[in-house]
């Protein structure tokens, strides 16, 4: 038979050499979070026909007896297979979980590179203005002398603003 020769470092047919059809969906956190819940509605399609499997079988192998079989050989002999089947399950359960964990830890990288750049611009923004002050305004105004809408009046103890929750101001009790 003639069968296309498969060296590692070929591209498929169709594509330019270099060119991987997941490279897109990489780059991306949305693509990324749509191709893993694919695969993911996939396998838990996958897992609902594993339940039926285990189900079925466990039936038929708790159902096969032989001459001179007590009542309990057939489930013994069963045992393996279901713990077996019961691995599967597990693990298609796991990796359903570990799709979804993985969609969340991308864009949450993304999210990450964008907070690590603005921190660093920050950064950079408060060097300049304790290298030089005076070049570079200050971005938050300063705080007014008094709080507008507070009486000065010090008699008003209701108006002035408490230090501390325990200071009475010379009351006995609140």
Known sequence: MNQPEHRPGAAPQGQTPG???LQDVAANAAA????LADIQRVIRETERHLVTLADETSIHLR?????????????KRARPVEKALRKVLN????????????????????????????????????KQRKKNPQQIPQQIPPM??????????????YASPVSNIHDLRGRESA
């Open 19 to 21: 060119q991987n059809p």
């Open 91 to 126: 693990d298609a359960r796991n990796l359903a979980a570990d799709l979804e964990s993985a969609a969340y830890s991308r864009r949450a990288f993304d999210e990450n590179c964008a907070n690590t750049l603005k921190g660093r611009k920050e950064l950079e923004i408060e």
């Open 144 to 157: 007014p002398e008094k709080a507008p809408g507070l009486h000065s009046q010090p008699e008003n103890r």
């Open 32 to 35: 990324t979070a749509r191709y």
């Open 63 to 75: 159902g096969t007896h032989l001459e001179g079989d007590r009542f309990w050989h057939a489930k």
